[in-house]
């Protein structure tokens, strides 16, 4: 016999760790619109504390409920009928309701037979139904990239609990816990406990704690154990195929989206694979600090804050270069017929070699702790290390990538933030500012191409959804471009149609 409805009509006060989930407030602000809203994410992501903290500050419009297990579709309808003063309910853990009222209780999205606005809260997007709620425009989906940690929260979270720390520290953490705040908050609270600094933490919790995040995501409440195991497997033998990746990361299983592909989150794959093995655990590699390369606009770089003085302009535009090929990788041959064409090979090869060490002497001077190679390699193919550098092209096509998934599977408001971090970062076309040497000219251009994209969709989400003043702003941008593809798209993306006004440039 199913169970109904039985939850927490109260929303208790959120545990205060320092750390306001803004980026979650301002995603509610910005989606107050949407019939549903959808808050999707593995366990420990934090999202029973951003959606807390979205009621207390609602000033009692928003009203939480907590979905117990197996409930039936009456005891849904009661708990969002539960506090009438509400216009907005939050049904906390609904994805562990009886399958078949999801489904129904999508259905009555749907039809429009929900009056009150509904925040749909748990792990499993496929159980919620989020999929087609999202394609057919009823329902908008918080990121992933706005539960997990950005570099900021980090350093609330460390001096919340008055731990030591610098940027690298921070980098370091983001790295080792991939932003997940359950990880994240662990180790920072260890470290605040040993009244240690945040150097090294995740070697110093691993031992004694590492085996007790594995148990509390084996025990964390999955009631499909056959995906549990296969999680499991996949962390033991490495990365599993695309297909099953999918399907784990549907269900809620700790799994993060990356350029290369889906994975398990690093700090489980770290702790699972020792213990497959019997080896001891190796410490977490510290790494470097990080360089930053501009490429747009005028070319800047940094290692750790610390600007790199190129004594020749073609210095750094050899990095730029090597940075924007596939893999940022390249081989000499290609270097030598991208810069010195023509050439005789003997005086190429010695102008490549000497312009190689320029670079290399350049970056050693403002980091001189640090090995060169591990920014930039040239023993065999030249190489930028993409673990170590980070380059703006690379942000501005990541942010464009996600923003077409999102785009897909219609989450426009999560879209038009992803396309809007794209407008910004790209200043100008490559190297604009520094006279760019020829071979960079198709670079320039298909970087032109995508911001051209980026700001045709910035004009057609906004406009679709009635902001019409930023929508006005990038067809005025569209407009300036020095591209006839981008007037025609300008001029398509402004016409009137029956359905709206225009919007004018």
Partial sequence: MRRSHSALTACPRPISNGVER?????????????????VCGPIGSGKTFAVRQFVERSGGRVAYVRIAPRTDLDGILAAIASDPRAGTMVLDDLDRADPQACGMLAELILSGEIERKLVLVGRSRRRMRAETLLARGFARACGDDILAFDAEELRRLATAHAVDYDDDDIVQLLHDTDGWPIAAEWLVRDAAEARRSLRDAFTHWRGPNGHLLLEFVERGGFDDT?????????????????????????????????????????ILARLAGPASTGSAPDPTTTIAPVMVVNVFGRF??????????????????????????????????????????????????????????????????AAPSVDPQRYFETAGDVRVNVRTVAVDAHRFV????????????????????????????????????????????????????????????????????????????????????????????????????????????
């Fill in 22 to 38: 803004w980026r979650a407030l301002e995603w509610f602000d910005i989606t107050s619109a949407a019939a549903a809203r959808i």
């Fill in 226 to 266: 056959a995906a549990l195991e296969a999680f499991f497997d996949a962390l033991r033998t490495g990365r599993p195929d695309a297909s099953e990746a999918e399907g784990l990361e549907q269900l809620g299983l700790p799994i993060v989206r990356t350029r290369k592909g889906l994975r398990a989150y690093r």
């Fill in 300 to 365: 800047r770089c940094e290692v750790g804050g610390h600007p790199v003085l190129f004594s020749r302009r073609r210095d750094q535009a050899v990095l730029a270069f090597v940075a924007l090929q596939p893999g940022c990788r390249t081989n000499r041959s290609e270097l030598l017929e991208a810069f010195w064409p023509g050439i005789n090979t003997s005086v190429a090869s010695q102008g490549l070699r000497t312009t190689l060490s320029r670079v290399r002497r350049a970056i050693l001077d």
């Fill in 398 to 505: 990541d942010r464009i990538e996600q923003g077409r998934i999102d785009d897909v599977r219609g989450a426009a408001e999560s879209a038009k933030h992803h396309y809007r971090v794209a407008q910004r970062i790209y200043t100008d076309r490559v190297l604009a500012a520094d006279a760019p040497e020829p071979c960079l000219e198709r670079h320039a251009e298909r970087y032109e191409a995508l911001y051209i994209e980026v700001l045709t969709r910035i004009t057609e989400l906004h406009a679709a959804t009635g902001d019409f003043e930023t929508a006005r702003d990038a067809a005025r941008l569209l407009l300036s471009c020095n591209s006839e593809e981008a007037r025609r798209r300008a001029l398509a993306c402004i016409a009137p149609s029956p359905a709206q006004p225009a919007v004018s440039a």
